[in-house]
Structure formats: structure tokens, C-alpha cells
């Protein structure tokens, strides 16, 4: 979690895998963040994977920054990872970030003639 918003309004230039956050009203119970930027490469052929994403943060009082986001996504480009380790990690940090529940699905581009979806929940602990 970050108190201080550090790479809104500023020139980033790099990845970071961090997440930061934001205040949100109480009333707010979800937020969804959807996409179709995230790569990773398969850990055994190198190849690159290309997902649409869905996010879904469950808060009492914090959501994610979208930037911080978009870079935290970037930071996965050349990571060696398959899809259901991926989503895993992505659903532990939004859940350790936001002090709350994450759900996240991935869908893997179709290569080699076959889809993926994988769906996590992180903070369930």
C-alpha cells in the first residue's frame, strides 16, 4: 500500500512491480480494472504470451491506481511464468495492496491452437 502516489503525474519510463493505491469512499465496494496489455513469456519455450485481463478489487477503502497498475502489468513482459502462476501472483499483490480481496482472470491469446482462462483469488487468508 502507498500513502504517497509516487509515478502519477511523472514521467516513468521503466516497469516497476509495485502497486499503489487510493482512497476510495466507503460506499465503494468493487472496482474493476479490464485490459488487453499484459505479456509474459512461457518459462519453458520462451515464447510470448499475450492475455486480455480482468481485475476486480474488493475494498473497504482502497482501490488500485491505474498507472501504478499499467506499470505493475508492464513489469511481467519478459518474466518466464505460466499463465496460472501469473494470475496467482497478480491476485496476492492486488489483495496485499489494497488490504482486501482480488479476484483476477486471465485469458490467454490462442496459441497452437488452444485458449487458457485462469482465475485467482487473492487475500482469502
Given at each position: ?88 501472483h497478480i491476485a496476492d499483490d492486488v489483495a496485499h495492496a489494497i488490504e482486501g480481496r482480488s479476484y483476477v482472470r486471465l485469458d ?18
Amino acid at each position: 500500500m502507498s500513502d504517497e502516489l509516487t509515478v502519477l503525474g511523472r514521467s516513468v519510463r521503466a516497469p516497476l512491480r509495485r502497486l499503489e493505491t487510493i482512497l476510495v469512499p466507503s460506499a465503494v465496494k468493487q472496482v474493476t480494472f479490464r485490459g488487453d496489455e499484459l505479456t509474459a513469456n512461457c518459462p519453458v519455450t520462451g515464447q510470448p504470451d499475450f492475455y486480455d485481463y480482468e481485475i476486480h478489487c474488493h475494498t473497504h477503502s482502497r482501490s488500485l491506481e491505474s498507472k501504478s497498475l499499467k506499470l505493475y502489468l508492464w513489469s511481467w513482459h519478459d518474466e518466464g511464468i505460466f499463465a496460472e502462476t501469473l494470475a496467482a501472483h497478480i491476485a496476492d499483490d492486488v489483495a496485499h495492496a489494497i488490504e482486501g480481496r482480488s479476484y483476477v482472470r486471465l485469458d490467454q491469446h490462442v496459441r497452437g491452437g488452444i485458449s487458457l482462462s485462469v482465475i485467482a483469488e487473492g487475500g482469502l487468508r
